[in-house]
């Protein structure tokens, strides 16, 4: 159970909120498994998997409509301040970074049930390694928003550059595959696009650090969010 904000008067209140919490957690819970299911269809060539993944999508959506509603339900009846209106601002945006990153995921699904049906290419084993980094960041952050752990989410916050980082070499060696041999056109495309969502579900798992930090303190994470993608500097130079 996370924990909250002291005790109100009005003990519904306590409840609304609460549940709000523990909707966004499970969202979030549903989020980082869609990712690690596609990931590994991606790696084991399971196009089983990968439909599952696809398709339990909507659960995702599902909760975030309820969140939004239940949010909009607090807004208008208990006009909070302070702490409970940044917690009420708090799950709505982080419920639309977990749709995203369940949206992402999705994506993965997809692509790689295109990869399923192609010759493996050597560079689909950094896949997971990337995943992998994505996977500990949401759980990290997702921990940090159950906990009110605003001090313990900076070095996952930190850690999204990893993520880029690992972008960045895979979008080059895809890239010289590419030019290597033609024939290798059509599935470094698909794991470039995969590599893409990864990198951009860090970037959500980072927008929710951000938030977590204001919904604690009330005032944002004062450092520049780290960004090691490099790679539109490459494509311009």
């Given amino acids: 159970m996370p924990n909250k904000a002291p005790d109100h008067i009005v003990k519904s209140f306590d409840e609304e909120l609460r549940r709000l919490r523990e909707q966004i957690l499970a969202m979030g819970g549903r989020a980082e498994a869609q990712l690690v299911d596609a990931v590994a269809a991606l790696a084991k060539r399971d196009s089983e998997k990968a439909v599952r993944v696809i398709e339990s999508d909507k659960n995702i959506d599902a909760i975030e409509m309820q969140v939004a509603q239940d949010s909009l339900k607090v807004l208008a009846l208990r006009q909070p301040m302070a702490k409970d209106l940044r917690e009420v601002v708090a799950a709505i945006k982080i419920s639309s970074d977990i749709e995203r990153i369940g949206d992402y995921a999705k994506n993965i699904a997809k692509r790689a049930l295109q990869l399923n049906q192609l010759a493996p290419l050597r560079p689909t084993s950094s896949i997971p390694r990337m995943g992998d980094l994505a996977v500990k960041l949401i759980s990290a952050v997702l921990s940090a928003y159950a906990n009110d752990d605003a001090d313990g989410l900076l070095a996952a916050w930190r ?18 595959y590419m030019m290597e041999d033609p024939r290798n056109i059509g599935a470094s495309t698909h794991l470039l696009f995969i590599a893409k969502n990864i990198e951009r579900i860090g970037d959500h798992a980072t927008n929710i650090a951000e938030t977590v930090h204001f919904l604690v303190h009330g005032k944002p994470i004062d450092e520049t969010r780290p960004k090691g993608d490099t790679t539109n500097v490459a494509i311009n130079a």
Avoid: K
């Fill in 159 to 176: 850690s999204d550059e990893s993520i880029d980082e690992m972008y960045n070499s895979l979008f080059r060696e895809l890239l010289t």
